[in-house]
């Protein structure tokens, strides 16, 4: 699962699109993986480039046509709905939704450092989680003049994920690192759940 994040204490959950009606609703793009929290949000953030994030009441939430529609205090015409075209919905980081053991956010994996127990060295620190249709891949950033590493991140391979201590440990197989070097695809058949 994930969430976008523009900023280290908050998560995007929408991006608003245009007016929605005359009396201020918005018509939004749903970016989170649990649409089900509007249904009762009361409060939110609007960001803006360039400015910090600023606190909004909500009044109103529905669902239409896969989109959310909202309705903030304030924002009582179109013309004020059209000045916030284009701003993202965000909420807390505290606020995100729980998920189930061996589920993660993967904006906490990133950062994190990565361990290859068996071999007792670590490999670098991962910069990106990349969807790939089956088994997410971990792109991990070795050090200087080494070439990124790219890893699957699957149950059978990165056998422990602390996120509070920022600690990834896989135990791959003896190849995947030399597939790595060699410059071929590193991805492995899709063997179990990868986030």
């Given at each position: 699962?994930?969430?976008?994040?523009?900023?280290?204490?908050?998560?995007?959950?929408?991006?608003?699109?245009?007016?929605?009606?005359?009396?201020?609703?918005?018509?939004?793009?749903?970016?989170?993986?649990?649409?089900?929290?509007?249904?009762?949000?009361?409060?939110?953030?609007?960001?803006a480039p360039g400015q910090a994030p600023r606190p909004v009441t909500v009044e109103r939430v529905w669902p239409h046509k896969g989109r959310v529609i909202l309705k903030f205090s304030g924002s009582d015409s179109i013309e004020s709905a059209a000045l916030l075209r284009g701003l993202h919905v965000l909420i807390p980081r505290?606020?995100?939704?729980?998920l189930p053991l061996h589920h993660y956010y993967w904006w906490e994996l990133c950062g994190c450092r990565v361990l290859w127990e068996r071999q007792g060295r670590e490999i670098g620190t991962v910069t990106d989680v990349e969807p790939t249709g089956g088994v997410p891949l971990l792109h991990v950033a070795p050090g200087e003049g080494k070439s990124e590493v790219l890893i699957p991140l699957a149950q059978e391979i990165c056998t422990r994920?602390?996120?509070?201590?920022?600690?990834?440990?896989?135990?791959?197989?003896?190849?995947?690192?030399?597939l790595?070097?060699?410059g071929r695809p590193s991805s492995l058949p899709a063997k179990g759940q990868g986030s």
């Open positions: 699962m994930w969430a976008q994040f523009t900023a280290v204490q908050f998560l995007t959950i929408a991006r608003i699109l245009r007016p929605q009606g005359r009396l201020g609703e918005v018509a939004a793009e749903i970016l989170t993986d649990f649409p089900a929290r509007f249904e009762k949000l009361q409060s939110a953030f609007l960001d505290e606020q995100r939704t729980p994920i602390d996120p509070a201590t920022k600690t990834i440990v896989i135990d791959p197989p003896e190849d995947l690192l030399d790595n070097s060699e």
